[in-house]
């Protein structure tokens, strides 16, 4: 099946995303709020609703709403109504979630994403408060049977429910919106956002139309909690939904699944409508109410946000929309980057190194920035070093590899092991003249016109000098020498 859809088909998506909040207990009980604890540890009574247990919304939860919804320009509803979303689900032990529907807590607001490089706009419809659902566990051992166990620590753990207006038109798009959301939710500090711990994780709504026609019937693919999985999963079912189409079948509305190791999606159940949940105003719980007050100190305590950083950075620093995006994707990366700056390096080739050689070693170290062994100090040392000509390109990357292992000082790294470029006309020359003694055929080549020789020639020299002789002298001192010569 094809993933890429015939030219006069449209994919439309909308996304829902479940973002667990960060906090220290659950939405409407105080049992903590933790992953990983030994199976149905850690559901009190009030999320199993048993008799007699009355919920009470979670402050915390709340606020963690209110920023968000502030940091999108979204409208938060000064009165909200949580609801009973009534279902029958072996994870779900009430038989229904506490959900909000007809009043959200946030409404509207935009998300801003680059993609193609260019800075877009997803509209959003809502986002509203919610607890999450227990879990269920294949696979287990039960005296020589597999079976599936029912774990009900997840049951309760706040959620903030992001729900996106279908604007999204491919699958690309989607991931890159889902990642512009994530590095906001996480910026926010109002999710952990671990993919595997299932602390974000999307839901998307894919539907098909020929160019200009009414929406089709949409599908919609449960828990992707992985970028690629969900963009692999929209590219199937698209192409999915086109092909079936086309041989004159139709479209169900269905729920699915992503079976990430055949790539394709398979039903889960049909797809319900709201009605079928027979949503009704929850009586245990009153009317949600912030007043202007709240929001006014939850504002006052707003950060600097990811894309009025990106434009800080671009103004300031001159730098590409897109690298200022990269190094505000956490703010880690955009502390990390701003304390290079400030340690005296320049803003270009800090940018550039952090994208570059640092992304790469800590991509194969497996470890975020947060964690990283090279203090923002020794890079920014680093750089001025290769500016001031001490070292080149090369000599330079050999220094970062003894500053990643550990090694501390860059000067002394330098002395140590001999690293400083050699300047030297006299010695470059000696170099060069030795060069082009043992290398007559490319000689003869660059005499030929062929203008590639020279770079070999470079090459050979910044080999004989163990790449401390300084680039562009060496140039200078070949062209100088093979046109005297000519």
Same mark, same amino acid.
């Given at each position: #099946? ?20 960060? @906090? ?50 979204? &409208?938060?509803?000064? &009165? ?5 979303? $009534? ?31 260019? &800075? ?8 509203? +408060? ?26 309760? @753990? ?39 711990? /299932? ?12 160019? /200009?026609?009414?929406? /089709?019937? &949409?599908?919609?693919? !449960? ?5 690629r999985f969900l963009e692999r999963a929209i590219e199937y079912e698209a192409a999915r939904q086109i092909e079936l189409i086309e041989d004159g079948g139709s479209v169900r509305q269905q729920t699915l699944l992503f079976d990430p190791d055949r790539g394709q999606t398979r039903p889960m159940r049909s797809k319900e409508d709201s009605h079928d949940y027979r949503y009704f105003p929850d ?18 305590? +707003? ?5 009025? #950083? ?9 730098? *590409?929309?897109?690298? *200022? ?13 701003? *304390? ?7 803003? !270009? ?5 952090? #994208? ?6 800590? $991509? ?29 390109? !090369? @000599? ?40 082009? *003694?043992a290398n007559p055929r490319n000689v003869a080549e660059y005499r030929a016109g062929k203008t590639k020789a020279l770079n070999a020639l470079v090459g050979q020299v910044m080999k004989a000098t163990a790449g401390r002789a300084n680039p562009q002298q060496v140039g200078e001192a070949l062209r100088a020498a093979l046109d005297a010569a000519t």
């Amino acid at each position: #099946m094809s993933s890429a859809p015939a030219r006069d088909w449209e994919i439309v998506i909308g996304l829902e995303t479940h973002v667990q909040l960060s @906090t220290a207990s659950k939405m409407f009980s105080d049992a903590p709020n933790l992953f990983g604890r030994e199976p149905n540890t850690l559901a009190s009574e009030v999320d199993l609703a048993l008799p007699g247990a009355l919920p009470v919304a979670n402050r915390a939860a709340v606020e963690r709403a209110i920023r968000f919804g502030l940091a999108v320009g979204a &409208r938060v509803a000064e &009165r909200s109504v949580f609801a009973r979303k $009534n279902y029958f689900y072996p994870d779900l032990p009430k038989g229904y979630q506490i959900s909000q529907f007809e009043i959200p807590v946030v409404q509207g607001g935009q998300v801003p994403y680059l993609f193609g490089g260019e &800075r877009r706009l997803a509209q959003l419809t809502r986002a509203h +408060l919610e607890e999450d659902a227990g879990k269920s566990v294949h696979g287990i051992d039960w005296g020589g049977h597999d079976a599936t166990g029912i774990d009900l620590n997840r049951a309760g @753990t706040p959620l903030l429910e992001i729900v996106s207006e279908p604007v999204l038109r491919s699958a690309a798009e989607a991931a890159a919106y889902a990642r512009s959301l994530h590095a906001l939710v996480v910026w926010l500090d109002i999710c952990d956002g671990n993919l595997q711990e /299932g602390s974000f994780r999307c839901d998307a709504n894919v539907s098909v139309r020929r160019r /200009g026609a009414p929406l /089709g019937t &949409r599908c919609e693919i !449960k828990n992707l909690n992985s970028f690629r999985f969900l963009e692999r999963a929209i590219e199937y079912e698209a192409a999915r939904q086109i092909e079936l189409i086309e041989d004159g079948g139709s479209v169900r509305q269905q729920t699915l699944l992503f079976d990430p190791d055949r790539g394709q999606t398979r039903p889960m159940r049909s797809k319900e409508d709201s009605h079928d949940y027979r949503y009704f105003p929850d009586p245990d719980l009153p009317p949600l109410v912030i007043d202007e007050a709240w929001v006014g100190r939850v504002r006052e305590q +707003l950060p600097e946000l990811p894309v009025q #950083m990106a434009e800080r950075l671009a103004s300031q620093h001159a730098l *590409a929309a897109a690298d *200022a995006a990269w190094l505000t994707q956490s703010r880690a990366h955009a502390a990390y980057f701003e *304390a290079c700056v400030a340690a005296g390096a320049a803003a !270009k080739p800090a940018a550039n190194w952090i #994208m570059g050689e640092l992304a790469a070693a800590l $991509n194969r170290a497996d470890i975020d920035i947060e964690r990283c062994p090279l203090p923002a100090p020794e890079l920014a040392q680093l750089l001025r070093r290769q500016a001031d000509g001490t070292l080149s390109g !090369k @000599t330079a990357r050999e220094v970062f590899a003894a500053l990643w292992e550990g090694e501390r000082g860059v000067d002394a790294i330098i002395e140590r092991r001999g690293l400083r470029q050699i300047d030297d006309a006299s010695a470059i020359a000696d170099a060069v003249a030795a060069v082009l *003694a043992a290398n007559p055929r490319n000689v003869a080549e660059y005499r030929a016109g062929k203008t590639k020789a020279l770079n070999a020639l470079v090459g050979q020299v910044m080999k004989a000098t163990a790449g401390r002789a300084n680039p562009q002298q060496v140039g200078e001192a070949l062209r100088a020498a093979l046109d005297a010569a000519t």
